[in-house]
């Protein structure tokens, strides 16, 4: 296996990675700090106040984004199953 495949194929896990995990990270994130800004505007500082509406969000958005996440990977292990007869070339 040459090494450029092997930059590669890393290359693309990484990049896959980032792709899942953005549409999810970015919604905690958001609701995060809207959290944040009305606890600070009312003075709660109340650590668990955010916990279930985070929750309830990030389950809303793999709902919202769960198949496209899901068809990334499937078509991402496909495209690793098609290239094992080439990496022992």
Known sequence: MEPSAVIDLAREAL???ILV???LLGVT???GLAI???QA???INE???SFIPKL???AGAIVLFGNWQIALLVDY???IYERIPGFFL
């Open 15 to 17: 990049w896959i990675t």
């Open 21 to 23: 995990s953005a549409p």
């Open 29 to 31: 994130l958001v609701i």
């Open 36 to 38: 944040g800004v009305v």
């Open 41 to 43: 505007a009312t003075s």
């Open 47 to 49: 650590m668990t106040l």
């Open 56 to 58: 309830v969000a990030l």
């Open 77 to 79: 292990v496909r495209g």
